[in-house]
């Protein structure tokens, strides 16, 4: 691998530079990654080339997995508690709504999370690298929104980790949200950032939405109503679903 972090960030800007020109010239605003975005490097070989197979989705939607909201319970959103002991790690919530187009809130929606350790390790066969596993941490978690469209999830925050995308890469710390909708065929995955972290302008994952102020919607804010004294700190985050200021949603391409 002899990919240096200046070729990348080279990439990056050379594409946003142009996603910018298009823009003066009466383009609208890039929200959503490019398919073929060559900085991040495997999506060369993963995006489609071909435009998408219409299928009828009444007839994937009798076939698809569902669940019923007495499936999930409350608990499953404190991904503290899953084992016997005490995640290592700096403990925080996570809230917000989330919400459509027109700011209406999204209600009785299953939101799926998963996130590194504080170590920056998941809990994966495809993760190797030589940080430690936390026996008191598995990293999932999920919840269902409520009458205002609002989650919460307790954790701990994770820790940046490299990839291979090229020499020296560090994914800036995130955790993987997924909503599922009200069928398979909906689901929406996207990942939640931390204010001020200085791998941003590196990760081309991060910087694949060419839009600065789109990719910064994936950051949450610190929140100090939501921080527990002597307990944990809180952020707060707001996922769109649709509209011009709709959340960035990964396409199929996208896995790290
Ligand atoms: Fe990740």
Request: no cysteine.
């Amino acid at each position: 691998m002899s990919i240096t972090q200046d070729e990348i960030t080279a990439e990056i800007e050379a594409v946003e530079a142009d996603a910018a020109s298009l823009v003066a010239a009466g383009g609208s605003p890039e929200l959503h990654p490019r398919r073929d975005y060559a900085p991040y490097r495997s999506t060369r070989l993963r995006h489609p080339t071909h435009e998408l197979v219409r299928a009828d989705p009444e007839e994937i939607e009798r076939v698809s997995p569902a669940f019923g909201h007495s499936d999930v319970n409350p608990l499953e959103s404190d991904l503290t508690i899953q084992h016997s002991g005490e995640p290592i790690g700096e403990r925080m919530t996570v809230t917000g709504r989330v919400l459509d187009g027109d700011g209406r809130p999204v209600r009785g929606q299953l939101i799926e999370v998963w996130q590194a350790n504080s170590a920056g390790r998941y809990v994966h066969k495809g993760d190797q690298h030589p940080a430690p596993l936390d026996p008191n941490f598995s990293g999932v978690g999920r919840a269902i929104t409520g009458d205002n469209g609002e989650y919460r999830f307790t954790t701990i925050k994770p820790g940046p980790y490299p990839w291979r995308n090229h020499l020296n890469a560090w994914r800036p710390a995130h955790i993987h949200f997924s909503l599922f909708g009200t069928a398979f065929t909906q689901r929406l995955i996207t990942q939640m950032y931390f204010p001020a972290d200085p791998l941003f302008a590196l990760d081309p994952i991060y910087q694949s939405i060419a839009d600065p102020a789109a990719r910064a919607r994936l950051i949450g804010t610190y929140d100090h109503s939501e921080s527990v004294s002597e307990f944990s700190l809180g952020y707060r985050w707001d996922i769109v679903l649709t509209g011009p200021r709709a959340t960035w949603m990964e396409g199929e391409e996208a896995h790290d």
